[in-house]
């Protein structure tokens, strides 16, 4: 049976990529060594990690003037890095309130003795739409954060807000590479690589060289100064995830790239949200323009069939479609590598259960 994995991340990965981690894990490029046991400092790997930057500037299109950082600590190290390195003249940002992602930003940005202002926030609509703004902001800020996809309520910016001339720091893991943006948008954009890049244990940041150039005195494992000029390896680098994302790199590439991406992602998310837009049992809850591409929110109302729901999926192939505790019902995440056949066998189910129901109803 074929099985399809639709987890938020970490994330099912291509086959190909899979198939060629297998190829090389014994012996890379007849080493005699695998990825795994090589030096940081060798040939070999200078080779993949260089290749992986070159590509990921290519794929984005990244100026010349924005350094391409290769951090550990995962997104959520970000959310002090980022004020650290860049909020050092107003110690005070801006954020919109997109739900928990955000919400775990502005706490870290606060222990890291930022301020942070809320510009708007839709909580109360249960982070089913997404904030905007409607009033430009009297106060001066280093910059405004914002999440382009918010991988729990199933949300994401097709435009992105802007204040002036105020730099916008994206937290853009769950659709990094999925999604089309323009990367001079973004003062500094972060994206954890377990979803659309590759595995845990790399996040990258693409960054304006000089909204960093003056940031003094940080923790080495935080300073962007200091991982520009060492080139991501001021210390060993995550050197597997670097390789796996370097193997998923060159696949986006052979598939046509980012923008080509996103038309599939569109086609595959729209096949799903047409389905529960005309179902009697399921909801989609989030606002249509708001829709994420990547991450399909969805619910009956009655948590003992959401259950009886995700537990048939399982058995049918179809893992992990439980939506977040946060906010219960089901979420199906549709990155990069997840086929159309996988959504197509989805729906064909939920068609199927909805049917079944409704015998039993
Ligand atoms: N931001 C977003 C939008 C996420 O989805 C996640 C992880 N699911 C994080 C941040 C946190 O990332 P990490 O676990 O890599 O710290």
Known sequence: MEVYNFSAGPATLPNSVIQQIKDDLPSYK?????????????????????????????????????????FQGGCTLQFSAAPLNLAIKYHRIALLDSGHWAIRAMEEAKKVKTTVDILASTKKNHYSRLPTL????????????ITTNNTIEGTAYKKIPQIGQTPVVADMSSNFLGQKYQITD???????????????????????????????????????????????????????????AGLVLR??????????????????????????????????????????LTNVVFVTGDKSINSQLIAQAKDYGL?????????????????????????????SFLGKFEKDYWGKH
């Not at 494992?221 to 050197?239: E, G, H, I």
């Not at 995440?333 to 056949?341: D, E, H, V």
């Open 30 to 70: 007849n080493s005699g060594m695998s990825v795994m046991e090589i030096s940081h400092r060798s040939e070999l790997f200078e080779e993949i990690i260089q290749q992986a930057q070159q590509d990921l500037r290519g794929l984005l299109q990244i100026p010349d003037n924005y350094s391409v950082l290769f």
């Open 186 to 244: 973004f003062g500094l954009v972060m994206a954890g690589a377990q979803k659309n890049l590759g595995i845990a244990g790399l996040t990258v940041v693409i960054v304006k060289n000089d909204l960093f150039a003056h940031a003094k005195n940080l923790p080495s494992m935080l300073d962007y100064q200091l991982f520009s000029q060492k080139n991501s390896m001021f210390n060993t680098p995550p050197v597997f995830a670097i390789y796996v």
């Open 251 to 292: 696949w986006l590439k052979q598939q046509g790239g980012v923008l080509e991406m996103q038309k599939r992602n569109q086609k595959k998310s729209n096949l799903l949200y047409d389905f529960l837009d005309e179902s009697k049992l399921f909801t989609a809850p989030v606002k249509k323009a708001d829709r994420s």
């Open 319 to 347: 893992l992990n479609i439980k939506g977040h505790r946060l906010v219960g019902g089901m979420r199906a995440s549709l990155y990069n590598a997840m086929p159309y056949a996988g959504v197509e066998k989805l729906v």
């Open 134 to 145: 409607s009033d430009f902001p009297q106060d001066e800020y280093d910059y405004l954060h």
